[in-house]
């Protein structure tokens, strides 16, 4: 039976443990996934698009490619490495994206339409054509303590560091390491 009248105790409410332990598992869940994600965007991940044929045909005109900005803070480039940089440290300028022919140290000729590092032929990842325009490179270019030369998969429709106005590329004005194409679909996937 229920007593009627004026009640002025508080009734205590029970709390339902197991909802409360799911709501706070949800809850640190979700804080680590936005943690996750603000390091991946800010510190990791930059999306670009690749602008011009110039790295045909690995890479196409207009594809939306995500590039690795952390990678290159615990080790350099290396030869074939596909990177994305800012020609001469230009922040207006679009992001470029170039392979890496030659690091620190070495030094690179363009002769014959080959590429030589070192006095060898460079080993091509990528199928390229012959180098009808050596510009720069006809002359043999020995690379500083930070700087790389960088040429487009699409010799002949790349401008690179053959041109004065790129150069060789100092490590400081390279955003990351091109590693993954998100568009178009078919496209979708890693780069070699």
């Known amino acids: 039976m229920k007593k009627s009248g004026l009640h002025f105790g508080k009734e205590k409410k029970k709390v339902n443990i197991p909802i409360v332990k799911e709501v706070i598992t949800w809850i640190v869940e979700i804080l680590i996934v936005l943690?996750?994600?603000?390091v991946?965007?800010?510190?990791?991940?930059l999306r670009t698009s690749v602008v011009g044929?110039?790295?045909?045909?690995?890479?196409e005109n207009r594809q939306e490619i995500l590039v690795n900005r952390f990678i290159y803070s615990i080790t350099n480039p290396k030869p074939n490495d596909i990177v994305v940089f800012l020609p001469n440290g230009n922040e207006k300028s679009h992001y470029y994206v170039k392979r890496v022919?030659?690091?620190?140290?070495?030094?690179?000729?363009?002769?014959d339409g080959a590429v030589y590092v070192n006095g060898e032929l460079f080993?091509?990842?990528?199928?390229?054509?012959?180098?009808?325009?050596?510009?720069?490179?006809?002359?043999?270019i020995e690379l500083g303590e930070?700087?790389?030369?960088?040429?487009?998969?699409?010799?002949?429709?790349?401008?690179?560091?053959?041109?004065a106005n790129i150069g060789n590329v100092k490590k400081e004005y390279i955003i990351?390491?091109?590693?993954?194409?998100?568009?178009?679909?078919?496209?979708?996937?890693?780069?070699?």
Do not use: H
């Open 35 to 38: 943690a996750i994600a603000f």
């Open 40 to 45: 991946f965007v800010c510190y990791i991940g």
């Open 53 to 59: 044929q110039s790295m045909s045909p690995t890479l």
């Open 101 to 111: 022919i030659a690091v620190p140290g070495d030094k690179v000729q363009i002769k």
């Open 123 to 140: 080993d091509e990842k990528a199928e390229t054509a012959a180098i009808l325009d050596a510009q720069l490179a006809a002359e043999e």
């Open 146 to 163: 930070d700087e790389y030369f960088v040429l487009g998969d699409n010799r002949n429709n790349s401008e690179d560091s053959r041109y």
């Open 176 to 192: 990351g390491k091109a590693w993954f194409i998100v568009s178009p679909f078919q496209d979708f996937g890693f780069l070699d």
